[in-house]
C-alpha cells in the first residue's frame, strides 16, 4: 500500500493552500474525474436499489441540532454558529436532521414504506488540526448517506440488504474490508435514552455470519451502528461505511405513518453510509491501488501514442471515436518515456504506421502484456465495454 499524500500530489489529483485551511484539500482535475466518477456510480447502485436521491442545505438552525441531540451530545466537534437576521446559523455535522425534516413534510402512508432516500452531500467537522491528515481526515466532508424510514418489521430486511450494497460496492472499488465492528455504548458516554437492547438485538442479527467484534464506547449517540472497517498502508484503522438504527430522531422530530390499522405509527430510521465520505474512500482508492485505479474510475482510460508525427493525424481520429473514454494523445517526447509516463494507464494503443495504414490498433496494458493488432473498430467497442462503470 502507498502514502495516499504523497503519490495523491505526484499523481495531481488534489492539494492543499494555507490560505484555503488545513483539512479543507481541492481537487484536481484528474481528482474531479475519480471523485465524480465515485459519486456517479454509487447514486446508480443506490438507484437500483429503490434509493430516492434529494439535496438539502449545508446550514440549519441551531434549534435544528438541539431538536436532533446533536447539539447537546456532538457541539465539541461542530463549528460555533454564526448570526444572520436574528438567527443562529450552524455548518451541520450531520445530514440526518434535514432528511428527517424531508420525511415529515407531508403525510406518510404505510404503503410508503420503506422510504429510501439518499444525498452525496456536504457536511462539516471542526477537527483538531493534530488529527488532520490529506483527504483521510478533512473538516469538509462530502458524505453519501441515506435513511430509510421504516416499520420495526422492516429495520432487519433493510440494515442487511445496505450491508449488501457496502460489499458490491467494495468490489466494485477494488478495495477490502479490515473488519466489521458492532459499535455500542460505553460507561460515561453521552447518550439519549432509547431501545438500545432492540437496537443491538437487529444489528446481531445482520452480522449473523460474518465474523466482527462487539466493542463499547464506539455507538453514535443516538443508537449502536455497525462500522465497516478499512486499513491504511501503516495498518491504522478508520471506519469507512456505517448501518445505524435510531429509534431516537423519529420520536425527537414527531414523525409518522398511518398504519394500515389507520392508527398513527413512528417509524424507524436506518442510517446507511455505502462508502462514507469521498474523501476518505479516494483515499483509500490511492493507497490500495498505487494510483493505477479500476479502469472505470481511472481519470485517463485510454493513452494513445502516435510514434512520430506522421501517425498524429491517425491518433486523432481514434480521439474523435473514443467517445465517452476518457483518451488523450501523449505524442512529445521518446515512446519509451511515454509509455513509462502512463504506466498507470489501464489502456495505451501505440500507433506506428503499419497501424495507421490498416485501420488498427496495438493495446499495451498496465501488466506489460500487448495486444496483437486488431481493427480500431472492435478494439474501441472492447475497451468501452471494459471500462464501463459497473
Known amino acids: 500500500m502507498h502514502d495516499h499524500r504523497k503519490l495523491g500530489r505526484e499523481l495531481g489529483l488534489f492539494g492543499s493552500d494555507p490560505l484555503i485551511g488545513a483539512g479543507l484539500p481541492y481537487w484536481l482535475p484528474d481528482g474531479a474525474i475519480v471523485r465524480h466518477s465515485l459519486e456517479e456510480y454509487v447514486r446508480r447502485l443506490e438507484r437500483r436499489a429503490g434509493y430516492r436521491h ?35 446559523l450552524v455548518l ?18 404505510h404503503r410508503e414504506l420503506p422510504l429510501r432516500i439518499a444525498e452525496i452531500g456536504g457536511m462539516y467537522r471542526a477537527e483538531l488540526s493534530g488529527v488532520l491528515g490529506g483527504l483521510s481526515r478533512v473538516r469538509a466532508i462530502q458524505l453519501n448517506d441515506a435513511h430509510v424510514f421504516c416499520t420495526i418489521d422492516q429495520v432487519e430486511a433493510e440494515a442487511s440488504a445496505a450491508l449488501a450494497l457496502i460489499r458490491r460496492a467494495y468490489d466494485a472499488m477494488g478495495i477490502s474490508v479490515a473488519r466489521y465492528r458492532l459499535s455500542l455504548p460505553g460507561p460515561g458516554g453521552k447518550y439519549v435514552a432509547g431501545n438500545w437492547d432492540r437496537s443491538v438485538e437487529i444489528l446481531r442479527s445482520v452480522l449473523d455470519g460474518l465474523p466482527y467484534d462487539a466493542v463499547e464506547g464506539e455507538a453514535a449517540f443516538y443508537g449502536p451502528k455497525i462500522d465497516v472497517q478499512i486499513a491504511d498502508g501503516a495498518g491504522r484503522e478508520s471506519t469507512l461505511s456505517t448501518v445505524q438504527v435510531d ?8 414523525l409518522e405513518y398511518v398504519g394500515a390499522d389507520a392508527a398513527r405509527h413512528r417509524p424507524v430510521i436506518v442510517h446507511r453510509s455505502i462508502i462514507g465520505s469521498i474523501e476518505r474512500a479516494v483515499a483509500q482508492l490511492i493507497e490500495v491501488h498505487g494510483g493505477a485505479f479500476p479502469a472505470w474510475l481511472a481519470p485517463v482510460q485510454v493513452r494513445l501514442l502516435p510514434v512520430s508525427g506522421a501517425e498524429l493525424p491517425y491518433a486523432r481520429e ?34 506506428g504506421p503499419g497501424e495507421a495504414a490498416a485501420g488498427e490498433l496495438s493495446v499495451r496494458l ?3 502484456r500487448r495486444l496483437d493488432a486488431a481493427p480500431a473498430a472492435d478494439v474501441l467497442a472492447r475497451i468501452a465495454a471494459e471500462v464501463r462503470m459497473p
Not at 62 to 71: D, N, V
Not at 92 to 109: D, E, Q
Not at 247 to 254: W, Y
Open 54 to 88: 434529494v439535496h438539502s442545505p449545508v446550514l440549519g438552525k441551531r434549534e435544528l441540532y438541539e431538536i436532533s441531540g446533536h447539539w447537546s451530545h456532538y457541539r465539541d466537534d461542530m463549528f460555533p454558529p454564526m448570526d444572520v437576521g436574528g438567527d443562529q
Open 92 to 109: 451541520r455535522p450531520s445530514l440526518c436532521p434535514h432528511h428527517a425534516l424531508i420525511y415529515r413534510a407531508r403525510g406518510r402512508s
Open 247 to 254: 429509534f431516537h430522531q423519529p420520536e425527537q422530530f414527531g
Open 318 to 351: 481514434i480521439l474523435d471515436r473514443c467517445g465517452d473514454v476518457r483518451a488523450e494523445i501523449a505524442a512529445e517526447g521518446s515512446l519509451g518515456a511515454r509509455i513509462r509516463d502512463g504506466r498507470l494507464v489501464p489502456y495505451q494503443v501505440v500507433l
Open 366 to 368: 498496465r501488466d506489460g
